[in-house]
């Protein structure tokens, strides 16, 4: 079993960063894939981005709403996932959550990851 715990929520106006962390720990290995996702109230879960390992090149992928404003990054040697927010808008207030698939795929469908955090609130004020 794996376990997912993510940091690094928190409020923050329009406009600045937060960089959030998700930790892995159980199973000693390295998920191929690792996501972000988030979810508002009312909506459905949105993927944001994702980062293959570095063996397999460390590809990434990013939704649409965040390209070019959020970053992933990942150390393999700590089994951590790095989301990084620049320019944030009011509509990233989401809770957002660390996912990891054990298939060296990539994807951005929820349903095709393996194992969840339970999420870290990030509220943009406007």
């Known amino acids: 079993q794996v376990q997912l715990v993510e940091s690094g929520g928190g409020l923050v106006q329009a406009g600045g960063s937060l960089r959030l962390s998700c930790a892995a720990s159980g199973r000693t290995f390295t998920a191929p894939i690792m996501g972000w996702f988030r979810q508002a109230p009312g909506k459905e879960r949105e993927f944001l981005a994702a980062?293959?390992?570095?063996?397999?090149?460390?590809?990434?992928d990013y939704g649409d709403s965040v390209k070019g404003r959020f970053t992933i990054s990942r150390d393999n040697a700590k089994n951590t996932v790095y989301l990084q927010m620049n320019s944030l808008k009011p509509e990233d207030t989401a809770v957002y959550y660390c996912?990891?698939?054990?298939?060296?795929?990539?994807?951005?469908?929820?349903?095709?990851?393996?194992?969840w955090g339970r999420g870290t609130q990030v509220t943009v004020s406007s």
């Open positions: 980062i293959s390992s570095s063996w397999s090149g460390g590809i990434t």
């Open positions: 996912a990891a698939r054990t298939l060296a795929l990539m994807t951005v469908y929820s349903e095709e990851y393996d194992y």
